[in-house]
């Protein structure tokens, strides 16, 4: 079953269980990835949206909902707050865990030993992150990593 298959089974779970917060969510990811299958002019089935496309989905879903947090924290709203930190919960329970920092830092120092990489080769780095760990590894880190890493 892939990801996108397995919100439509959350959405009718939700249905089933009567979870509001879980449906209002799981229908709004539903809404998202079917717009994108409109967009791409592919068939509705939810199975035709590949991995990558669904982690970029979701990632564009929890950036505006962080977006949204800041201006209900803003506006002292603890209704909205709990209702997007629960939101924030389900779209990042979809999202492979992140490398730490350490991790990152490991990485990213044997690749620049093993290619011999240098602070010219800032580009080359990144696409090569981006590559290979584009969903495990956070590239704004990353690309402050190499900068110090390039400076001392």
Do not use: C
Not at 28 to 38: G, R
Not at 58 to 84: C, F, G, P, R, W
Not at 86 to 105: G, I, Q, R, V
């Amino acid at each position: 079953m892939s990801l996108a298959e397995k919100v439509s089974d959350d959405v009718k779970s939700a249905l089933k269980s009567g979870d509001k917060k879980k449906l209002a969510i799981a229908r709004f990811l539903s809404s998202e990835l079917k717009n994108f299958l409109i967009k791409e002019n592919l068939d509705r089935e939810l199975s035709k949206i590949s991995e990558d496309n669904f982690f970029k989905i979701v990632k564009t879903q929890v950036k505006q909902k962080k977006e949204s947090l800041e201006y209900a924290e803003k506006a002292k709203d603890s209704n909205m707050i709990d209702t997007i930190n629960y939101d924030l919960d389900y779209l990042n329970s979809f999202l492979p865990k992140m490398m730490s920092e350490d991790a990152t830092k490991e990485l990213i120092s044997n690749y620049i030993k093993d290619h011999q990489f240098t602070s010219n080769d800032f580009g080359k780095i990144m696409g090569l992150l981006k590559k290979s760990h584009n969903n495990q590894i956070d590239l704004n880190l990353a690309s402050s990593i190499i900068k110090k890493i390039f400076s001392e």
